[in-house]
């Protein structure tokens, strides 16, 4: 009897300390997966972060542009710097959003003759997409006033004056957002697959 309680015991006894190693070793397996999984959210978000930072910017193909049937040739300069259009339209720009485009210049005595020459035909708008895009379409451009801008440059090269300077172009990436909501809504844009915001990713974690 006294041998078969000590063997019952000692039955038990090895069943706690298998159940024990087993809670261990699964707590062990865990632990690492979890640890694994970390690694590879941070590495991830890490990498994320030095992907460029994809801006837009509001392109309008002014009517000097249209009339002197540039409008290929302005573009094939864009699509070559790699920029994708992610939205466009042929529209005749009403005096109401001429002033409110322009505002800044809105109460100044030149005003009318830009509205009369920007109202004069319609005109291709477009939503360009790139790596600081905004920077390289104005690097593009050349100055505003077309007599000052060097040959090579898109205004050099097609512009006449300081008005007839082919294409209108933001300034700054708050403006490219406030221009390109003004002239489409959300439905009429699209992303290319490549689009990355890296100013909103930030490694999972951290």
């Known amino acids: ?52 930072y994809m801006q837009r910017t509001l392109i309008i193909f002014k009517p000097d542009c249209m ?22 339209k042929m529209t005749r720009l009403t005096p109401a959003i001429l002033r409110e ?19 004069s035909r319609p005109v291709i708008v477009m939503a360009l997409q790139g790596e600081d895009i905004v920077l390289k379409v104005r690097d593009l451009l050349g100055p505003t006033d077309s007599r000052k801008a060097p040959k090579g440059t898109i205004r050099g090269d097609f512009g006449t004056e300081m008005m007839k300077n082919v294409v209108h172009a933001s300034d700054s990436d708050a403006n490219a957002k406030i221009e390109i909501a003004r002239f489409f809504s959300t439905g009429e844009i699209f992303s290319t697959a490549s689009e990355v915001r890296a100013d909103r990713l930030v490694a999972p974690g951290v």
């Open 67 to 88: 009339e002197k049937k540039e409008v290929g040739n302005v573009l094939d300069r864009f699509e070559r710097a790699g920029f994708a259009i992610i939205a466009c």
């Open 101 to 119: 485009h322009y505002a800044h210049v809105a109460d100044k005595p030149f005003y009318p003759e830009i509205e009369r020459f920007m109202s």
């Open 1 to 52: 009897m006294a041998a078969n309680v000590l063997n019952s015991s000692c039955a038990v006894q090895m069943s706690i300390v298998v159940i024990r190693a087993f809670v261990a070793l699964r707590k062990m397996v865990l632990d690492q997966k979890a640890l694994v999984k970390n690694a590879l959210h941070i590495g991830m978000g890490m990498c994320m972060l030095d992907l460029p």
